[in-house]
């Protein structure tokens, strides 16, 4: 692992370049609208406002202190549609739509609508394909589906034949909606409709509706940071509301999240492309460093830096499948990059390259000691026949999942966010009681003690620190051994 | 003394008479006639017309909180024994479509023909200025339970007729003829009776 105070001159040179990359190309600008007043405020849409100033006057209090109401934008701006459009209807003479798109907000808002587009949140629909199965629909049920999983990754926005959209898949501010319009995304995730207030979208709370709980438990990681604790304390000091908020310049009180993933820092564009300055992926069975990949088209995905690095100009698969032609392709080293350059406002370099050692450490400790032999394991034993392919029919799925989904994210998005109470008692120590205290035995019923041994012979890798069943080999008094002896 | 005419002979007194009987008892009978077919018993004799009648079952105009219930004649057929006559004439042409057009009795071909009838009854609606709808609601009572409802119907809804913003309260719902996509409207009713893709069309067509 290289830390940035110990880079040499062709690394420097390279994370020059690769910052001018990131600055210029990477991170486009979040700019503010440029289109002149022209392109907004159409004649019909005044109507409008009469008559939902009454029908519904809390969503137009809510407009009425919006900017987009400051700026002469009116109902019909964003919701006008063609009749042609999939999802549009009449209403009191005008031809709407309900959902108001990405690609509708982009017609004002371009680099954020292009940046989203391309951002790994429009991908939430496709990147739990593969869990979804498993998870909402062997274990649980469609309701489920509707009323949690896709409120936060969004689904297929259904028009029906009568015009009405289905309400199995709407309302649904799920962040990766796949909208009637065929756009990915839904801006109203994180930006409260109508009001659309910048402070509202800046605090925590916008991210961690969905970035909580099992999957994702960064609300209270962050709650338990020296960094919540400061937003907390602060929070009237945060200029939340300021046009321009760069970190270090409009706030130093706190970060939020939009601080670290997705904000301004002198020297870095803020980007609605959220997730590019990640070098791990924290949410697998086992944690990786990553690629992000930059396509022709300029849409991205990541990859693990196990694989070769993609060359430019050559086809590789997209997360929807199909094949596109790579542009560029950033290194975790370069994302770790920009990410510090956060960091280094508030915190020395050595300060900011220490706590990503020791994050680093937390990811190798989890990866050889949990997540790589638990996989080596559960993989051999579908191989051999002794669980069945099906998910969660067998107690030793169950703890697998919660091994490495509840427990083990928790720990490492509590180590890559300086939350110890996550990392250590919420995290590594229920890691440890359910590997040791229900993987391990459940191994030894499923596949009996000989091919149990085996398998922990073969896959644990610190073989030395442990006796022959796979546990710690030193007795710990605390735990029972000598109890009560002086 | 008053001289009759010559013309007016016994014979045309009795004819005179004769014929104002008739009229009267014409009229009257129009009168009735044009109420019993507007019944909803009457109209729901045909098997299409109880499939359109269902969802009206449902809807506020069948059971309304103040007990006033309109029958489909309070809506579909004008007020006034001329024009509800006429109105009942050229509703003939429904009789007769239903005696030697498509199947309407079946509900997969009923609902495949709906939005066309519901664009005509719209299209009917605005023509008379909605003036069914008026028989009941005057728009200088309407105060809604919400507090705005009365604002908006004396500012915003000035120079409307109800049948603007007012539609898809009783049958099933079809969109706007300048939104509606017939053949999204084909796959629907295809996959809520188990048809095979394009079968739609081709019932149409036929």
């Known amino acids: 692992m290289v830390y940035p105070e110990n880079y040499n001159k062709p690394t420097r040179l390279l994370l020059l370049v690769s910052a001018i990359w990131f600055g210029t190309f990477g991170i486009a600008l979040a700019e503010k609208v440029t289109l002149s007043a022209d392109h907004w405020g159409v004649a019909e849409g005044k109507a409008c406002i009469d008559c939902h100033k009454k029908s519904s006057p809390g969503l137009f209090r809510q407009w009425e202190e919006s900017a987009h109401a400051e700026a002469g934008v009116n109902c019909l701006d964003c919701h006008q549609a063609v009749a042609a459009d999939d999802d549009a209807v009449e209403h009191e003479g005008a031809v709407i739509a309900t959902i108001v798109s990405p690609r509708d907000c982009g017609r004002c808002h371009t680099a954020e609508s292009k940046e989203m587009h391309n951002s790994v949140h429009s991908q939430a629909v496709a990147l739990i394909g593969n869990r979804i199965p498993a998870l909402a629909e062997s274990v649980s049920e469609k309701a489920l589906l509707q009323a949690g999983c896709t409120q936060c990754h969004g689904s297929v926005v259904e028009v029906r034949g009568d015009g009405t959209l289905s309400p199995e898949s709407w309302p649904n501010t799920g962040i990766g909606r796949i909208n009637p319009d065929g756009s990915r995304g839904s801006c109203s995730a994180c930006h409260g409709r109508h009001q659309f207030s910048k402070a509202q979208a800046r605090a925590p709370g916008a991210c961690t509706r969905c970035h909580s709980g099992a999957d994702s438990p960064d609300d209270e990681v962050y709650a338990g940071s020296k960094h919540g604790l400061l937003f907390t304390a602060n929070r009237h000091r945060m200029n939340l509301d300021s046009d321009r908020w760069v970190t270090g310049r409009d706030y130093s009180a706190a970060p939020t999240c939009v601080t670290c993933h997705m904000g301004a820092a002198p020297g870095l564009n803020a980007s609605h492309d959220v997730g590019m300055r990640e070098a791990w992926s924290l949410n697998g069975p086992v944690s990786e460093q990553q690629y992000l990949v930059i396509f022709e088209d300029g849409e991205r995905r990541e990859l693990p830096v196990a694989q070769p690095v993609p060359r430019r100009k050559s086809d590789l698969a997209k997360l929807d499948g199909s094949t596109a032609t790579v542009k560029a392709a950033a290194t975790p080293k370069q994302r770790r990059q920009a990410m510090s350059r956060v960091c280094v406002e508030c915190h020395s370099k050595g300060f900011t390259s220490g706590f990503m050692r020791q994050f680093d450490n937390a990811m190798d400790l989890y990866n050889e000691s949990f997540g790589k032999p638990a996989l080596s394991i559960m993989r051999a034993l579908y191989e051999k026949g002794l669980l069945t392919a099906t998910a969660f029919d067998e107690p030793l799925e169950f703890t697998y999942w919660k091994l490495w989904h509840d427990e083990g994210t928790r720990f490492r998005h509590g180590a890559a966010m300086a939350g110890p109470s996550q990392t250590g008692w919420q995290g590594l120590h229920r890691i440890a009681q359910l590997y040791y205290g229900s993987f391990l035995p459940q191994l030894r019923e499923v596949a009996g003690e000989e091919t149990a041994k085996s398998l922990i012979d073969k896959y644990t890798s610190d073989r030395e620190a442990r006796n022959d069943t796979g546990y710690p080999r030193a007795p710990i008094p605390l735990v029972g051994y000598g109890a009560g002896k002086p | ?206």
């Open chain 2, 1 to 206: 003394m008053i001289r009759i005419p010559e013309i007016i002979t016994r014979h045309v007194l009795i004819a005179l008479r004769l014929g104002g009987v008739t009229g009267m008892a014409f009229t009257l009978f129009l009168i009735e006639f044009d109420r019993l077919t507007g019944t909803e018993a009457f109209c729901t004799g045909c098997h299409s017309m109880e499939l359109v009648a269902v969802p009206y079952r449902e809807s506020a105009h069948y059971n309304p909180v103040s007990g006033v219930r309109a029958s489909c004649g309070d809506c579909h057929v004008s007020e006034g024994v001329f024009a509800a006559t006429w109105d009942h004439i050229r509703g003939g042409k429904d009789l007769f479509a239903q005696l030697f057009g498509p199947d309407y009795d079946d509900p997969a071909i009923n609902a495949l023909h709906l939005p066309e009838a519901a664009f005509a009854v719209r299209q009917w609606f605005r023509r008379s200025d909605s003036a069914t709808c008026k028989r009941c609601h005057t728009l200088d009572a309407i105060n809604g339970t919400r507090a705005d409802t009365l604002m908006i119907h004396q500012q915003d809804a000035r120079g409307g007729s109800c049948i603007d913003c007012h539609y898809n309260l009783v049958h099933r719902r079809v969109p706007d003829r300048k939104t509606f996509k017939r053949d999204k409207w084909n796959r629907m009713i295809e996959r809520e009776f188990d048809m095979a893709p394009g079968e739609a069309d081709k019932l149409l067509r036929q």
